[in-house]
């Protein structure tokens, strides 16, 4: 069990966690996303407004830009997949429909 030292939220407090319980909980892209945000915050950026955008979208009023910035790595990683393929899933049912 290797330890991580991650980035906890945006504001840059770290802590350490282990590997093997960041990979329990995460999609597998998603874990290999939350080890990028630390090398690249600006990626963390972006999955911040691809959620708010999404969240606004689906008009989702509980869960403000304010909260994705004290959200840690894992969330916004987590947040970001879970969005991202029920985005696609809706995508994908409406151009079956069309195509009917």
């Known amino acids: 069990m290797t330890p991580v030292i991650q980035a906890g939220t945006a504001?840059?407090?770290?802590?350490?966690?282990?590997?093997?319980?960041?990979?329990?909980?995460?999609?597998?892209?998603?874990?290999?996303?939350q080890i990028l945000f630390l090398i690249k915050p600006k990626l963390r950026k972006q999955f911040e407004s691809y959620i708010s955008q999404y969240l606004v979208k689906v008009s989702y009023k509980t869960l403000g830009l304010s909260n994705l910035q004290t959200a840690s790595n894992m969330t916004i990683a987590n947040l970001y997949y879970y969005f991202k393929i029920r985005d696609e899933s809706e995508t994908k049912m409406g151009e079956n429909i069309v195509a009917t």
């Open 11 to 33: 504001s840059g407090a770290y802590e350490v966690v282990n590997n093997e319980e960041l990979k329990q909980k995460s999609h597998p892209p998603s874990f290999q996303d």
